[in-house]
């Protein structure tokens, strides 16, 4: 299998001078181009049966997952160049938007570190252990925000960061300054902290109720994130694709070679989007994903749906007839208020609202807090999620419009650290607090200028993407441009198979000769 992964941004300067504001770009250097290509000899859907037992057969999800490691790879890679982009103090951006939910991307590559196939194995020479992948789901920290959240079913992850300090944490003092029980909170310390995985140490030291963190675990998240960055700059920058295979070592000492797993780059994307927002509140940098998501009820369902079942302020309506997706029913609303203009949006609320929701107990019927999955939860007070529609324009009765597109943001320590919360309490999930704004009336300065720079960089120049922010379109030109390119030589690489006949079918072959 060949596969290509890459990304490409554009850079640019607003000059707020001129009147409207002027918008200028750059072209992207190929100095600081992201991508590779990658020739795998065999099938990859065959890898896992070669690498570890030719007569175990391998469930048809597992060789689905390996079918689309290539976007994994793309995804990194965009991780990589926001990583890069951010880390360079020359030239470092006051805004980065991102044609992705950064929300999103962290929920669905979260992989609990028991499925995290490298883990236990070396890769460039460095061992990832257990511990190291507890560690590094734990961040970012950022104390003004208060995150990691303090709630039952992740409550390690806050302890961890007092530890990781320096700090000694009682474990009775902890759990009554948090209205938890401590019983509960030693159980989830017990198997994240202390509890012995392979030949490592636990990660605390526990003396009584004081917990103090093992030394040699202190610098485990800087070692993680040096491990991230020296594997991509060797498969993006260096173009080695060799990076992709890693020692797995047996209990005798002995090790095989094994190709790297879908699993193992949620890992890595994991890592760096963590250490893209902690360089992102370091620098006081804003970084806003642009999401077209047609299908989603985030808002109208689980958002609005778990306000009235908690009983907020302003959010006691009657049942309505929900609507098929959030996009399409704001995309109504200017048919039904001719007061609508563009750029307009939706109040911002808390992105664990896309996993936190209110379901019906199979038990006994009632409604009740959950998440996914039970216990599955975003993280809460790290992003804010809205809609918003840049273009709408009226003749009389009729009207042309862009689509309402989803905008994802980081929420800002620096200068939004007294948000209002609500308590959403949970019998399974514990107490989460998320951020919230009550009705357009809050005061939320951070959105008014987000929408304000988007609404410079919408200029509606190109017809097929109204209403779309246009450096994104750009960088999107420049990645088809690379990806023509990359597919030619990808099909070259088809000499190679010819020279090789038993590698097809006989029916592939034959249809060929026609």
Same mark, same amino acid.
């Given at each position: ?76 890679? +965009? ?21 992705? /939910? ?11 570190? &028991? ?38 079913? &992740? ?21 009554? &300054? ?71 070592? /047996? ?30 509140? +370091? ?55 001719l007061e609508f203009k563009a750029p307009w949006s939706t109040i911002e609320f808390d992105s664990v609202f896309m996993t936190l929701h209110v379901q019906r107990n199979i038990v006994n019927n009632e409604p009740e807090i959950t998440g996914v999955q039970g216990n599955i939860l975003n993280k809460e007070r790290l992003f804010f999620r809205s809609l918003a529609q840049f273009y709408l324009k009226r003749s009389g009765k009729k009207f042309n419009m862009g689509h309402v597109i989803f905008v994802d943001r980081l929420i800002l320590p620096h200068v ?11 019998? +399974? ?79 592939? &072959? ?5």
């Open positions: 299998m060949i596969f290509f992964g890459g990304a490409y941004a554009v850079k640019g300067e607003i000059d707020h001078a001129g009147n409207p504001p002027i918008t200028k770009y750059r072209k992207w250097s190929s100095k600081e181009d992201v991508s590779m290509v990658a020739y795998v000899p065999i099938p990859y859907a065959d890898l896992n049966d070669v690498s570890d037992n030719q007569f175990v057969m391998t469930p048809d999800n597992e060789k689905f997952d390996l079918l689309s490691i290539d976007t994994k790879l793309m995804q990194l890679a +965009e991780i990589f160049l926001l990583y890069t982009t951010l880390n360079n103090s020359t030239s470092r951006p006051d805004i980065v938007i991102w044609d992705q /939910s950064m929300s999103g991307v962290m929920a669905s590559n979260d992989e609990p570190p &028991e499925m995290i196939n490298m883990v236990g194995n070396e890769i460039m020479g460095q061992k990832i252990t257990y511990q190291d992948a507890v560690i590094a789901f734990s961040h970012p920290y950022q104390d003004d925000l208060k995150i990691p959240s303090v709630r039952s079913v &992740e409550v390690y992850d806050s302890i961890l960061k007092e530890l990781m300090k320096g700090k000694k944490v009682n474990i009775a003092d902890f759990a009554k &300054e948090n209205n938890l029980e401590k019983q509960i909170v030693f159980n989830k310390i017990k198997k994240y902290l202390l509890t012995q995985h392979s030949d490592t140490d636990p990660i605390a030291i526990r003396e009584g109720d004081v917990l103090t963190v093992e030394p040699k675990w202190r610098n485990s998240w800087y070692n993680s994130v040096t491990m991230f960055q020296n594997f991509c700059n060797r498969l993006f920058n260096k173009k080695d694709s060799s990076v992709l295979i890693y020692k797995r070592y /047996s209990d005798d000492g002995t090790y095989d070679e094994h190709w790297i797993s879908p699993t193992d780059l949620k890992y890595l994307i994991s890592i760096g989007l963590r250490a893209v927002v902690e360089l992102a509140w +370091e620098n006081q940098v804003m970084l806003v994903g642009i999401v077209k998501d047609s299908a989603s009820t985030h808002l109208s369902q689980k958002y609005l749906g778990t306000m009235r079942f908690v009983k907020a302020p302003g959010y006691q309506f009657d049942d309505v007839l929900l609507p098929w997706s959030d996009r399409l029913f704001l995309q109504a609303l200017p048919e039904k208020n939004e650290s007294n948000l209002n919360h609500i308590d959403v309490k949970s019998k +399974e999930l514990g107490t989460v607090k998320p951020f919230f704004f009550q009705n357009n009336s809050a005061e939320n300065d951070v959105q008014e200028v987000m929408m304000y720079i988007l609404k410079i960089l919408t200029r509606n120049l190109f017809p097929e993407v109204i209403g779309y922010p246009d450096p994104l379109h750009k960088a999107d030109w420049g990645a088809k441009s690379m990806n023509k390119k990359v597919a030619n030589m990808i099909k070259s690489s088809g000499k190679f198979l010819k020279i090789r006949p038993l590698a097809k079918t006989l029916r592939q &072959e034959r249809g060929s000769r026609r």
